[in-house]
């Protein structure tokens, strides 16, 4: 405690300062303002202010009693009281704190502080002026350039109220969702939307167009791309023909392609019908035929490809409802080509249908589905059905090379010829098809060839690499002729099934009609038709000459187990008039499914007159009469003659020398001893089987 002589000493000597002040004229009195400024002694904080000022004039003070040495704000930074000379930290005269940890000022003692409030102390707190500034405070975005938390790092991701960025990799607009990422602020290359489905094409972003492209091009799977096309054309440029193909059932879109490119359609049913004259493909987006529908309306080609020089590619779509408007030799419409049509002058064209089907087409000439005329084709697993033309229900060519893989031609109707397929050499174009692993079946003709015509054409039909090739169940009106028309042309069959487990075309399989042969085939058969015979022709003799008979009348001949399918081309048989020349003959052909069948089938019979009494053959000429595996055949001669007239015939009672009628095996004789003629072809004749080792002296021609 301070003396009452100090107090009275401090006391003059503030009355002496104030009054050399006010002397010197240049600065009025102290009136104790308590900033600890007024003077340039040493102030005594005698009013107790806290402050470290007061308007008493004094010595140094160094005790820690409060006094300071430039009378500003003395500091204490040492715990001790006493305060610093520079008072730039020191609050309080009297427990002056020393900025670290002393809050006492009188006694030195140390301890926390925590100026804000906030629980932490100032040697902990990186801002102890903010109570929301602390080690436990959230980091916050809206405090621009703060460090909330106290970790030394300002605004970062983990900010209560930090955004979700996304890049946006194709500058649409729109981010990608997978690459979201919290911040504060934008960063280059990154935005606040993340509802981008491709971050790689900024043409693909919500609220983009739906295109025909197979692309959620808008990213919402509510919508799709049905009943648009897109024209992409050499140079990449999309053009929009959604509205320019969209015809109606009462009238189709007429459309001319004449740029190169590619007309992409998506699902739905399009009223159209193409002109096409550049290199071009039209496909289907998904690549199912069934998906997207190309209908004529009834109106004209479908597809039609007219132009030289060009390339035209149609693929994984369905053609249907066209009627043939490519005319070849009228001016009049509805002619050739209901589906598809390719017409070219040069043979430079080409045309490709892949995973195509054509159906419900016609066309009045020929056909009805698809038409190639000198254009090159290729037929790739497509379907032909349920079209009618005039001349080839399904398919003609008139000129052009076509292959046919892995593809079906079915239940297609000619009204005339060829109900599957009309080949035929128009001009000097020549006409080559070659089909593999393809089924021709269930066609029909209004006259002949159910399957196909091959005329002045050559065709390769054939089961490769262990796939398999079948012409079943074809049929035509016209008995005389077969499946297969065969004129000036050929065509070869490897491994193609023609008729096994009662599959059989009606009336035969092939018909060859420069010789008029007939034949019939079955399952695997390999052979080659042209329009002399299928197979080569062969020639067996049967019987010989040890012994010979005298008759009025009679029925001799040989009958056979068919081991190969094929045709009996011509037969004969050695006899002569032993009397006189008023014999009548009957050349015959029996089949049977048994030999112990009571009911033979006439396959074929000729009466003839026996002119010569001189031995020597009597012949059918070309009969050309079907043979098939499994069956029995009876080939022989039928006499009645007047009493003075009679018939020698011969015979080689000893079986002859080999008992094999080369396409089967003997197995008897058919013989009676009276002869009442027999009906024409396709009546029946009661049995008259023997297994004698008779054999009678006879040449069989036949072919396979």
């Known amino acids: 405690m301070r003396s009452s002589s100090h107090r009275v000493l401090m006391t003059t000597l503030a009355l002496v300062s104030l009054a050399l002040g006010a002397g010197c004229g240049d600065k009025a009195a102290d009136e104790d303002d308590d900033d600890g400024i007024g003077g340039g002694g040493w102030d005594v904080d005698t009013d107790t202010d806290t402050d470290g000022t007061d308007t008493d004039w004094t010595g140094t003070g160094t005790d820690g009693t409060g006094a300071d040495t430039d009378g500003t704000d003395g500091a204490d930074t040492d715990g001790t009281g006493a305060d610093e000379s520079d008072g730039t930290d020191g609050t309080d005269g009297t427990d002056g704190t020393d900025g670290t940890d002393g809050t006492d000022g009188t006694d030195g003692t140390t301890g926390d502080r925590d100026a804000d409030g906030d629980g932490w102390d100032a040697s902990e707190d990186c801002d102890d002026s903010d109570p929301d500034v602390n080690p436990d405070a959230p980091e916050r975005c809206e405090t621009v350039g703060v460090d909330d938390d106290c970790d030394g790092e300002i605004d970062e991701a983990d900010a209560i109220d930090a955004s979700t960025w996304y890049w946006d990799e194709d500058g649409d607009g729109f981010g990608d969702p997978a690459t979201a990422a919290m911040a504060c602020t934008l960063s280059d290359g990154r935005i606040s939307d993340g509802t981008d489905c491709d971050d790689t094409d900024g043409a693909i972003h919500p609220g983009a167009t739906e295109r025909c492209n197979g692309i959620d091009d808008d990213c919402d799977a509510a919508t799709t791309d049905e009943g648009t096309a897109v024209f992409t054309d050499g140079a990449g440029v999309e053009s929009d023909y959604s509205s320019l193909l969209a015809g109606t059932l009462a009238r189709a879109a007429d459309v001319t392609l004449d740029r190169d490119g590619v007309l992409t359609l998506c699902e739905g049913t399009w ?410 072809a396709g009546t029946t004749v009661s049995g008259a089987f023997s297994s004698s080792d008779y054999r009678y002296d006879s040449t069989l021609e036949w072919s396979h």
């Open 271 to 680: 009223y159209v019908n193409l002109l096409v004259q550049a290199d071009v493909e039209i496909e289907g987006a998904t690549g199912d035929a069934d998906d997207v529908v190309l209908d004529g309306a009834g109106e004209s080609t479908v597809i039609q490809v007219a132009d030289d020089d060009v390339e035209v590619r149609v693929a994984a779509l369905t053609v249907r409802n066209g009627i043939g408007n490519d005319d070849y030799t009228t001016s009049a419409p509805g002619f050739c080509g209901g589906g598809i049509s390719c017409a070219s002058t040069d043979g430079t064209t080409t045309l490709e249908l892949d995973r195509v089907t054509v159906t419900d087409n016609e066309a009045a000439l020929g056909g009805g589905g698809v038409f190639i005329y000198d254009c090159d084709a290729d037929i790739v697993s497509s379907t032909i059905t349920g079209n009618t033309g005039g001349d080839g229900g399904g398919l003609t060519v008139w000129g052009g090379l076509v292959s046919i893989d892995d593809s079906v031609i079915d239940d297609n109707v000619a009204l005339d010829d060829g109900g599957g397929l009309y080949l035929q050499q128009v001009a000097d174009q020549t006409v080559y098809v070659d089909i593999t692993d393809s089924s021709v079946s269930g066609n029909q003709a209004t006259d002949a060839a159910g399957a196909m015509v091959v005329y002045d054409a050559r065709v390769d039909f054939r089961a490769v690499g262990g796939g398999s090739a079948s012409m079943l169940d074809n049929s035509c009106d016209d008995d005389a002729t077969a499946a297969v028309y065969v004129r000036d042309g050929s065509i070869e069959l490897a491994g193609v099934d023609v008729g096994s487990d009662g599959d059989a075309n009606d009336p035969v399989d092939f018909y060859c009609a420069e010789s008029v042969f007939r034949y019939d085939y079955d399952d695997e058969t390999s052979t080659t038709c042209d329009g002399e015979r299928c197979g080569t022709d062969n020639v067996e003799i049967l019987g010989g000459v040890d012994t010979y008979a005298l008759s009025y009348e009679a029925t001799r001949g040989i009958v056979f187990e068919a081991e190969d399918n094929g045709t009996i081309d011509r037969f004969a048989f050695s006899m002569r008039a032993g009397i006189g020349l008023g014999c009548s003959i009957d050349l015959f052909l029996l089949s049977a499914e048994s030999t112990a069948s009571t009911s033979w089938t006439v396959e074929y019979i000729e009466t003839v007159s026996l002119t010569d009494t001189d031995r020597g053959p009597v012949e059918t000429g070309d009969i050309g009469v079907p043979v098939e595996v499994g069956k029995f055949y009876a080939f022989g001669y039928g006499w009645t003659c007047t009493s003075i007239d009679r018939v020698v015939y011969y015979y080689d009672e000893s079986g002859g020398t080999s008992g094999d009628a080369g396409m089967g095996t003997t197995r008897g004789r058919w013989a009676t001893d009276s002869y009442g003629g027999y009906g024409a």
